[in-house]
């Protein structure tokens, strides 16, 4: 089960840290990645994490800006965002993959947090 939180209302310009907490003790057995839907629009990727968190993939909308960072002893991943843009306003998804391969497509994702809004003021 995964639990998404740190959303809420924010400027532009202006930072927020997304978590998302995972139960089970299998928590560094999996790739993990952020997707985010805005309304009207389809889902998409924006980053993902390897298992051990030595690598990581970023949508090109967001590198520079975003970081995403895992504490295995925590079985939580994290996106820091900062500099955030009235377009980086959706409901963000943390998931989770059993494969080894850090994919940036949904399909591959095997577990789905409930998504956390995110709203970015002009």
């Known amino acids: 089960q995964l639990q998404a939180s740190g959303g809420g209302l924010v400027q532009a310009g202006g930072s927020l840290r997304l978590s998302c907490a995972a139960s089970?003790?299998?928590?560094?057995?999996?790739?993990m990645g952020w997707f985010r839907q805005a309304p009207g629009k389809e889902r998409e990727f924006v980053a993902a994490?390897?298992?051990?968190?030595?690598?990581?993939y970023y949508a090109d909308s967001v590198k520079g800006r975003f970081t995403i960072s895992r504490d295995n002893a925590k079985n939580t991943v994290y996106l820091q965002m900062n500099s955030l843009k009235p377009e980086d306003a959706a409901v963000y998804y943390c998931a989770a993959d059993m494969t080894i391969a850090v994919r940036t497509t949904e399909a591959p994702y095997d577990y789905w947090g409930q998504g956390t809004q995110v709203t970015v003021s002009s």
């Open positions: 994490i390897s298992r051990s968190g030595a690598s990581t």
């Open positions: 089970g003790r299998t928590f560094s057995y999996y790739v």
